[in-house]
Structures are given as C-alpha cells and as structure tokens.
C-alpha cells in the first residue's frame, strides 16, 4: 500500500472491520503484551531472555499494525454501494460474470484493496479482473489475460448492496 496522503477507497464495511481491529488491538492486545514484556522481564536478564525479545518484537507489530490501521481509516474515502446506483460496473458493485468458454458464472464484489478477500470472492479493484470490467453494461463482454490465457467474461447482472455480514455476496 502507498503511503502519503492518496485516498483509499473502501466500503462502509470495510471501514468497520478495520476500526473493530484497531479497538481490538488498542483494548484488548495493548494490555495483553505489556503483561508479557513484565513477566518475562521478571525472569532476569533481558540480554539472554528469549521469551522478553519476542514479547517485544509482538508490541512492536501490533504498535507497527495500528499506525497503519490509524492511517488507512484517516484516508479512507468510504463509498457505500447500496447508494450506488446504474447501469455500469464501478467500485462496490456486485458483479455476475459467466466465462464465455466454459459457460460458468461467478459473483464478485469489487473492493478497496484493503478488503479484497479471494474466498469471499471479494475483488480489488486494481485486480486484473475488476479493471477489465469496470465501466462495462450488462451484455458486455471484457477480455481478461489470466495464467491460464484470455478469458472472456460476459456482465450477466450488476447489484449495489451493503454486504451485511462477512458472507460471499448471494449467487444471483
């Protein structure tokens, strides 16, 4: 992820899991590592102490992680697609596309990179697939170069909805 000052786009779902984390790690982890750094200090020298190394490398990634949790939710430009709305592919859009050659349909999400997630077929919208159909109608056909060649992908439906749960968006 770039860092500076660029926007990042992400749905109202994305947004909430990234600051449960934050509150999660800022609550509950905080805590749960400075308990260890104690106990394990108390086991004596810290030169050969390998329990207090590692303690303090964890507080350094949860401190590290919530820097970056901090600065993607200040960044965040949240677009929620249940107020989205036409006739085009565009972020948050939930997209059916059969392949051409072998007939099958899939459903996928367009996300912010910060929430694509392959099992629930949540897509970045930098991903090769997700650029080829962004701006395409229903009918259209995209053409997407993949490890195993082109593929042709017909836009069979596009849906604006919030997902409300960590669900695969619904098989339409």
Known sequence: MSSGSDNIPMTPHGLRKLKEELKHLQSVERGKISKEIEVARAHGDLRENAEYHAAKEKQSHIEGRILDLNDWIARAEVIDPSKLGGDKVVFGATVVLMDTET??????????????????????????????????????VATVQSPGGVRELEVQEIRFEEPQDDAPPSEG
């Open 103 to 140: 007939e099958k349909s899939v459903t996928y999400r367009l996300v912010g990179e910060l929430e694509a997630d392959l099992k629930k077929r949540w897509i970045a919208v930098t991903s090769p697939v997700a650029r080829a159909i962004v701006g395409k109608r229903v009918g259209d």
